[in-house]
């Protein structure tokens, strides 16, 4: 694990040694969930509701999805196509390391600092605007909400990861990326809660990119009860099964057609 | 002409690469709709609750998020090398640029067309259309000052990317500073009356990205004051020159590193 454990270290100090970029992450961050605060905000404040949510769930939605992306959005998955087109994915294969586990902790270095410096902002924010973020009333909605937060978490990186397994079979694996990763921004309700979305909700809810944000967030905003909540963590549970044996699959079938190419 | 023909060439070198690459540019041309689609029917679903956002009707708030996307949509299509300006720098690739015979500033900036994004303007333009006639009776005078202070926020974008450009020269860290304003500009999607005024203010002096989509969208709603018609129009002469003289002293302080 030590090895693990250095991807990790490496990761959190590149990090710091663009510190310019980050503090520019930081301010890009602030204005994405500033934004998004005071949408929800005009369109409450009327009535004190919007589209079913009161104006305090709304505000808890937009800070508990900022959390949560910085959690489950791991940077580093996006290095492993561009890795295979060039080659230097050879490296992995000489070296005792397992591809995937370094992959994760290379990319938990990432979100160490991320989520460090959201729960930071989120914080001040809140303080600045004087915004009252909800809790769970019940320690049993408390356990599920962390459960399924953490279950969003491997989901998205297994998500993330076979799409750039892709790259096995095409040097042009960062289209699909994208196109991937915006539809699983807006999938996931990190824009919007689903459910203002009318009959596309049910469609919605049908694909994996719901477990990772949208789901958590109604299990602790207490929009479903605990067997509800039971429910959506089994649902994670399929889809990280589902997409871990993809990945497997993939993977395997993928080393047999690499060449090394570009190294 | 010289510098178009250098433009042709260069957009015709890019789109080359564009459709050698297939999968590449599909997979970013549905990302992009996939973007604009699920933006558009956020905008939708929300006055399926209510008939009013921040003041403005439906149609109204649209024209906002359609303006956004054809300014924001615009530039990345002509100005696209900017991102990748930044490792020309680090690579000391920017050496190169300099000796040829060419202002380097406009090569830095024009390098890269991106064909998608041109592609992607039609369906923009074609809505806001589309949503122009469901606003009328528009005079043809807001029609023509909806185009003049498109143009003028083309300036600001224009020199917003200079700045960004000399920073990177001096910082070696350029992708900060030209993502801090894609998502300061991402504020503009929806009416500025949805912040409050210090950030309305923040956003219209200091980086004004509201005089550049919220200005020509209140333009052609017949509710933009003559003052602030003249306040864009400075704040557009004004960023434009410090731009200038950012990217001067900053071509001063290369110091080619890497080459």
Redesign the interface.
Same mark, same amino acid.
């Given at each position: 694990m030590k090895k693990y454990f250095w991807a990790f270290k490496m990761s959190v100090s590149r990090e710091f040694t663009y510190r310019l970029n980050l503090a520019m992450s930081i301010f890009r961050s602030t204005t994405v969930l500033l934004l998004l605060y005071f949408v929800w905000l005009r369109l409450s404040e009327a009535t004190g509701s919007f589209a079913g949510y009161s104006a305090q769930e709304l505000s808890t939605y937009v800070f508990l999805v900022f959390f949560i992306g910085a959690f489950t959005i791991n940077p580093a998955s996006d290095k492993t196509a561009s890795e295979i087109n060039e080659g230097l994915f050879s490296l992995y294969l000489v070296k005792p390391v397992h591809h995937f586990l370094f992959s994760y902790f290379r990319g938990l270095g990432n979100i160490a600092v991320r989520i460090s410096y959201t729960i930071i902002e989120l914080i001040t924010i809140s303080f600045i605007l004087n915004i009252t973020i909800l809790t769970p009333s019940q320690l049993s909605m408390w356990v599920l909400a962390l459960i399924a937060i953490l279950l969003a978490h491997l989901l998205q990186f297994l998500m993330t990861y076979t799409t750039s397994l892709i790259a096995f079979w095409s040097r042009e694996a960062n289209g699909p990326r994208f196109l991937f990763d915006w539809f699983s921004e807006f999938a996931s309700g990190n824009f919007f809660p689903l459910t203002i979305v009318g009959g596309f909700y049910a469609v919605l809810m049908v694909l994996p990119f719901a477990y990772t944000a949208f789901a958590p967030i109604m299990i602790y905003l207490e929009r479903v009860d605990a067997g509800g909540a039971i429910k959506i963590i089994g649902i994670q549970i399929i889809w990280i099964a589902v997409t871990s044996f993809i990945a497997r699959m993939m993977w395997k079938r993928g080393l047999k057609r690499y060449t090394g190419e570009g190294i | 002409m010289k510098y178009f023909r250098v433009w042709r060439q260069l957009a015709s070198m890019a789109f080359g690469t564009w459709i050698s690459?297939?999968?590449?540019?599909?997979?970013?041309f549905?990302?992009?709709l996939?973007?604009f689609g699920?933006?558009l029917?956020?905008i939708i679903?929300?006055f399926?609750?209510?008939d009013s *956002?921040?003041g403005y009707t439906k149609y109204e708030t649209l024209l906002f998020f359609l303006t956004f996307n054809l300014i924001d949509v615009g530039t990345q299509a002509f100005m696209r090398g900017i991102y990748i300006f930044g490792t020309d720098i680090n690579k000391g690739k920017f050496d190169y640029i300099l000796s040829r015979p060419l202002n380097a500033l406009f090569h830095s900036l024009v390098r890269l067309t991106d064909l998608l994004d041109l592609i992607f303007l039609i369906p923009i333009i074609g809505i806001i259309i589309f949503i122009t006639y469901h606003l009328s009776p528009i005079p043809p005078a807001n029609i023509l000052l909806y185009i003049t202070l498109l143009a003028i926020g083309f300036v600001i974008i224009t020199a917003i990317h200079i700045m960004a450009a000399a920073f990177s020269i001096w910082?070696f860290?350029s992708?900060?500073?030209i993502? *801090?304003y894609r998502?300061?500009i991402?504020?503009t999607?929806?009416p500025p009356?949805?912040?409050?005024m210090p950030?309305q203010l923040i956003f219209t002096y200091i980086m004004p990205v509201f005089v550049m989509v919220a200005f020509p969208a209140k333009a052609l709603l017949g509710i933009l004051s003559v003052q602030s018609m003249i306040l864009g129009i400075l704040i557009a002469a004004v960023f434009f020159s410090i731009s200038l003289v950012t990217w001067h002293k900053a071509l001063r302080a290369y110091s080619s590193a890497s080459s």
């Open positions: - | 690459n297939r999968i590449d540019s599909i997979g970013y549905l990302g992009k996939i973007r699920f933006l029917l956020m679903s929300i399926n609750f209510t *956002f921040a910082s860290e992708q900060g500073m993502w *801090f998502d300061a991402s504020l999607r929806f009356e949805v912040l409050p950030l």
